[in-house]
Structure formats: structure tokens, C-alpha cells
């Protein structure tokens, strides 16, 4: 049997469709962590909500979003009116976290994507503190020097094919003074479960995805990228959290394999089981990497992020 990801996919629709019917949808890009327009990757309009209910995880207590809304928040709460940047928004945030907790701020919520500026619109719409913009990390353009008091992107930067210049327009839209927050990934327990997928079904090491998550996880590398574009007093933490795959197998093996995807169909089209090997792959080496709770969930613990500040002098 052809164990299509399509056939996969339709049945976990099933068991969501009844979530989803009182949302407007959309076909979507993946640009919710792709900051430039050369790396936008079209979605479906089922993985782009698959994408989306996965990335609520990011609301965990050692996750992302609210601790840059804490950063942001120690920096901007004493200004008269400042202004906040939020790159990669997707859906916005953390831009609506921040726009929440400093109604005196201006937010612009900005993504490469207009269906995710939609989406941003859509959440933020009810506040009038925040705008969403289209805009591309490596072309500010839109916005003014020195115009911004912080500049923040969760999970963006990995992904700019010039990632200098993404992060010299940061600086120069900053006010002197002025602070970026990001997040990039250190490491992530999903990325070494498709890796063994990859090599299953290939009989080969597999190289890194086009599209990799990981690209900024060398030590030093982000810092040094953030120092070259003029950035001071730059400092670095780490925090760990689970991501919470839902109970539904269908979903689990669905936003799995949500980078292998146009890979592994580009594969099918010469080998019509290639999908059916991949989801006995995938089944055979998960439990390496994750625990079930006592709600039948599926957890992976080990997602690590490091958070990157950083001041324009």
C-alpha cells in the first residue's frame, strides 16, 4: 500500500476539521519563521494550521514568546512612546504579547508573507496599538533609520539567505541605544528524528535540509553574525522546552515530517512506497525521542533555543 503523506494528512483533517470550520482559512507560507522572501515555502492550507496549533507551544513558560515579551518590556516600559519592530511575526506574536503588555507602545508586526500578515491582522486587528506590515528581514526599507527602539524575531534568522544583511538592517532601524531580541535554535530532537527518516529511506547520511532550522546552532556563529553588524554588549542564554504533539498519530507523523515533505514527494514521484518507509521510519525511531504522558500525548522534551540580546551603541 502507498502510504501517501496526502492520504495521511486528509485523515488527520478529520479528526480537526470541527477546530478549524469557524476559521477563515488561508493557503499559506511557512514564512512564520522565514524572515526573507527567498525563502518563502508555499503551504497547504493543512499545514499551515498544523504549523500553527504546533506553534502554541512556543507559549510554554521556558518558551520563546514570553520571555522576549519580558526583555522588550524591561527596555521599552520608561519610554514615552516607543516603538517596537516584531519580525517573522506569522501569526503575531510575540508582537500581540508585547502590543498587550505595553498598550503605550507602537508594534509593527511584520512577516514576507502577506496570507501570515492576513492571519496577524486578523489576531492583533482588536488593538490599537499594533499594525501589521509586509516587509522582508533583509529589506527594512519601509521602515526609517533609527525609527525603532526594539527590534525582535523569533525563530527568523536561520532562515535569510544573506543573514549579514538581515541583521544590519536590524541595526539600522534601531534608535542608538536601541536592543535587538531573537531566538535561534541550539538544538531540536525533531530535526535528529528526520534525519533518521532520511537515512532509512535513502540508505544515506542526509545533508541538512535546504530550509535549516539549525543553521545558526554553531557556537559562536549568530553571535559573531549580530557583532559584525555593529551590535554591542551582546548576551546569550539558553532555555529548554517540550512541544506537545497532540494524541492524534495522524497529526504526530503529519507535522513530523512537515521539512521532509516536499523532499519526500519529490522522491515519490520516482518511488511510489517512499512514503509508506518513511512512516515505518518514522514509528520505528520516534519513541527515541519522546515520551507519551498520562493523556496519551506525545512529547518531545529536548527543543533548545538560544536567546540572543543585543544593544546598538
Not at 512612546?81 to 510575540?94: M, N, R, V, Y
Not at 514527494?265 to 520505528?284: I, Q, T
Amino acid at each position: 500500500e502507498n502510504m501517501s503523506y496526502r492520504l495521511l494528512s486528509q485523515r488527520w483533517a478529520s479528526s480537526f476539521v470541527a477546530k478549524a470550520a469557524s476559521q477563515r482559512t488561508y493557503t499559506v507560507t511557512i514564512s512564520r519563521r522565514f524572515a526573507s522572501k527567498s525563502d518563502a515555502l508555499k503551504f497547504d492550507d493543512l499545514m499551515s494550521k498544523a504549523y500553527a496549533q504546533i506553534s502554541e507551544n512556543h507559549r510554554h513558560e521556558l518558551g520563546p514568546w514570553g520571555i522576549m515579551t519580558h526583555h522588550t518590556l524591561s527596555h521599552a516600559k520608561d519610554l514615552e512612546s516607543p516603538s517596537i519592530l516584531d519580525l517573522a511575526t506569522g501569526p503575531g506574536e510575540p508582537a500581540k504579547s508585547i502590543a498587550m503588555a505595553l498598550p503605550h507602545a507602537e508594534v509593527f508586526a511584520t512577516d514576507v508573507s502577506e496570507d501570515m500578515i492576513a492571519t496577524a491582522n486578523e489576531n492583533l486587528g482588536h488593538l490599537k496599538n499594533a499594525k501589521c506590515v509586509l516587509a522582508d528581514a533583509e529589506d527594512l526599507s519601509v521602515f526609517g533609520s533609527e525609527s525603532m527602539d526594539v527590534v525582535t524575531c523569533c525563530y527568523g534568522y536561520m532562515f535569510p539567505s544573506d543573514k549579514a544583511a538581515a541583521l544590519s538592517e536590524a541595526y539600522r532601524v534601531l534608535k542608538p541605544g536601541g536592543i535587538l531580541v531573537a531566538t535561534t535554535w541550539d538544538h531540536l530532537d525533531m530535526m535528529h528524528l528526520n534525519r533518521d527518516v532520511m537515512r532509512d529511506i535513502t540508505g544515506e547520511e542526509p545533508k541538512p535540509p535546504p530550509l535549516n532550522p539549525m543553521s545558526l546552532s554553531e557556537e559562536g556563529l549568530f553571535r559573531k553574525i549580530v557583532e559584525d553588524a555593529g551590535f554591542a554588549e551582546v548576551t546569550q542564554t539558553t532555555s529548554t522546552y517540550p512541544f506537545n504533539y497532540g494524541s492524534c498519530k495522524d497529526f504526530q507523523f503529519t507535522i513530523g515530517m512537515l521539512l521532509l515533505r516536499n523532499e519526500i514527494d519529490e522522491m515519490a514521484k520516482e518511488d511510489e512506497h517512499v512514503w509508506k518507509r518513511a512512516h515505518e521510519s518514522f514509528w520505528s525511531n520516534v519513541g527515541s525521542y519522546s515520551t507519551v504522558d498520562e493523556n496519551g500525548d506525545l512529547i518531545i522534551s529536548k527543543n533548545t533555543f538560544r536567546l540572543t540580546v543585543a544593544k546598538k551603541g
